[in-house]
């Protein structure tokens, strides 16, 4: 009986692995900028599996990253698609973070007419804070940066940092809103802190390396870190891989090296040829 039992547990497992595999090519295809053909692979997963919040959430986030590239016309059906999946990954698996701060994302910026609503992004940031109270700070103050609220966003910040003193993330956060007002030195004492606290925290590598380029400071220094995540395999929801060559590409450009940074956006746009402003920064150093 064994053997029969076994041939059963995988036939019963293979649609669930051929979706996991789905999802993870149309992830790949996000990655390169190609939304199109991860809608596709999103839909045939959701197909498979109706119920799987991941897919939804997935197909949400394909449609969203088509529509900013679409017609007028184009971006509202997919806007409303974009909301549909998000809306749908959050009934299905209240606990989907990502599906919840992607609707804090879209509540915040559509417009009434769309969906959109500040009382809708505050209710999903409730809701994650319960979850996840430090993410709950960092959406909350996402939607105040969005209003122009910045001292209300400040302090979502500093009392993330304030709770959580030991968290790289908290301090990673913190710099990352520094980094938006053009505070470069704090930014970087916060982005310091973080690495300081957790050394094998690449996201934090990454920021340090962009923001070498961004205040024109310790380019060396944010040449080795940019290095340091290139050999990281970014998670979901981490700066992508052709992000970091872009960046290590405007430090080379920086310091007059024009042939690696020639090497460093052509790098970039193999791994996603959608990027406008690499392809820019090729042509400046070709």
């Not at 992004?121 to 109270?133: G, N, T, Y």
Request: contains cysteine.
């Amino acid at each position: 009986m064994r053997p029969i039992v076994a041939v059963l547990v995988a036939l019963i497992a293979l649609p669930l692995l051929a979706q996991n595999s789905l999802i993870d090519q149309g992830r790949a295809a996000m990655t390169r900028g190609d939304a199109e053909t991860a809608s596709g692979l999103f839909e045939k997963a959701i197909a498979q599996n109706p119920k799987s919040a991941d897919a939804h959430y997935s197909l949400g986030s394909a449609y969203g990253m088509m529509a900013r590239n679409a017609s007028f016309f184009s971006q509202a059906s997919l806007a409303s698609k974009t909301r549909e999946e998000f809306e749908k990954a959050v009934e299905l698996d209240p606990n989907h973070l990502e599906a919840r701060e992607g609707l804090v994302q879209f509540y915040t910026m559509a417009p009434p007419f769309m969906g959109g609503g500040h009382d809708k992004a505050l209710a999903q940031a409730a809701e994650i804070r319960k979850r996840d109270p430090m993410k709950g700070h960092s959406v909350t103050a996402f939607i105040y940066s969005a209003e122009k609220k910045m001292d209300e966003a400040k302090k979502e910040y500093a009392d993330e940092v304030k709770e959580f003193p030991k968290s790289p993330r908290a301090h990673l956060d913190f710099g990352l809103f520094y980094m938006g007002e053009k505070n470069y030195k704090t930014a970087s004492d916060e982005i310091e802190n973080a690495m300081a606290l957790d050394r094998a925290f690449m996201p934090a590598c990454f920021r340090a390396g962009q923001l070498a380029v961004l205040s024109n400071t310790n380019l060396a220094h944010g040449e080795e870190l940019l290095r340091k995540y290139l050999m990281y395999t970014p998670k979901q929801g981490e700066p992508a891989t052709a992000r970091a060559h872009y960046w290590l590409g405007q430090i080379f450009e920086k310091q007059g090296k024009k042939a690696e940074a020639k090497a460093s956006f052509a790098a970039s746009l193999k791994l996603n040829p959608s990027q406008k402003d690499v392809a820019e920064a090729l042509k400046r150093v070709s």
